[in-house]
């Protein structure tokens, strides 16, 4: 008899292959067999080149389309379906952070029509589109306003992982769509400023979004099962387990430096929060651990529904309703 884990479909809200023109795709591999049935992947941030965000992502749908057995391009629910059904991994974008924008409303337009299903305004630092979380507090700035109401118009997931508190708290509730933190942790439980105050989890609720709970052990505190399960239980506990998700944030190749030439990496990663000189320093939750995070919630006293709201069924209904 099937388990639980295996009828539910489950959902990746944000993890990374190497921001490369010769990525290695294959290694999505990883995902498939452990189970999952659409996970996001990251086409860029903020200090991330045009020219390395369009090269990225046409090496990564080039890829999925030649292999059409196992993966699908995805930017809808109903494809997202369909390939699960099929046993092929569903696959969608996201943009971590509005710079790539270049300034101009209409790239919104041509992001959705790439395959970008979520965005975030931006990365850790402030921008002219909105206030980062490693960076002074703002308000969200008029261009910050007006992507809000163009994301809503053309039906992507508005994301505030990474952004500051009062931009967060702005764009949710400016939008008229659900906004998620795709890869977020509760900042009760781990106080990092990467992770999210009780008030942003209940603001984001309020809108009819999810909190995707992330791997990395520095916003976690370590990177085992039973952790992710304490923050989907403090996120299940002050708003409701409709609200609670995985967004693993899982680096597919860690030792691929993908840095672009002249990044300063302690402005994007400032070294005063934890943040070390190599990736490889940082734990990370491995998709294979899923299973066992399914059973763990179970035996916590979670219902089989909840629970397979929390393995994706979550994000579908909060994307359904920001795509639509
Ligand atoms: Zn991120």
């Not at 992947?41 to 090269?55: A, C, H, S």
């Not at 699960?84 to 959705?112: C, I, N, Q, S, T």
């Not at 931006?122 to 008029?142: F, K, M, S």
């Not at 304490?230 to 708003?239: E, N």
């Amino acid at each position: 008899m099937p388990t639980l884990y295996d009828r539910a479909l489950v959902w990746d809200a944000h993890s990374c292959l190497p921001l490369v023109p010769d990525a290695d795709v294959s290694l999505l591999a990883r995902h498939k067999a452990a189970g999952i049935d659409h996970v996001s992947i990251n086409i860029g941030m903020d200090m991330t080149p045009l020219e390395t965000v369009i090269r990225t992502t046409a090496r990564f749908r080039d890829w999925i389309r030649r292999h059409p057995e196992d993966y699908a391009l995805a930017g809808s629910v109903a494809e997202i379906r369909a390939a699960k059904a099929a046993g092929r991994l569903a696959v969608g974008f996201d943009l971590e952070g509005a710079l790539p924008l270049m300034g101009d409303l209409a790239m919104v337009g041509l992001y959705h029509d790439l395959g970008v299903r979520q965005i975030h305004f931006a990365y850790n630092r402030n921008n002219p589109a909105a206030g980062g979380c490693h960076d002074q507090d703002i308000p969200l700035p008029a261009f910050g306003r007006a992507l809000v109401a163009e994301i809503n118009r053309i039906g992507m997931l508005l994301d505030c992982s990474h952004t500051g508190h009062r931009s967060s708290l702005d764009i949710m509730a400016a939008s008229t769509r659900p906004v998620v933190f795709s890869h977020a942790n509760p900042r009760a439980l781990v106080d990092h400023p990467r992770n999210i105050t009780d008030e942003q989890i209940r603001a984001c609720a309020a809108t009819g979004g999810v909190v995707g709970i992330n791997g990395i052990s520095l916003f976690l505190g370590d990177a085992k099962s039973e952790t992710v399960a304490r923050h989907i239980d403090h996120v299940a506990q002050l708003v409701g387990a409709a609200h609670a998700g995985i967004g693993l944030d899982f680096l597919f190749a860690p030792d691929v430096d993908d840095a672009p030439p002249g990044r300063d990496r302690d402005y994007w990663w400032p070294p005063e929060a934890g943040y070390g000189s190599a990736h490889s320093a940082i734990a990370l939750v491995q998709p294979e651990q899923l299973p066992e995070l399914a059973e763990i919630l179970l035996r916590r006293g979670y219902a089989e529904a909840d629970v397979l709201g929390i393995l994706g069924g979550n994000f579908l209904r909060a994307a359904e309703a920001a795509w639509g």
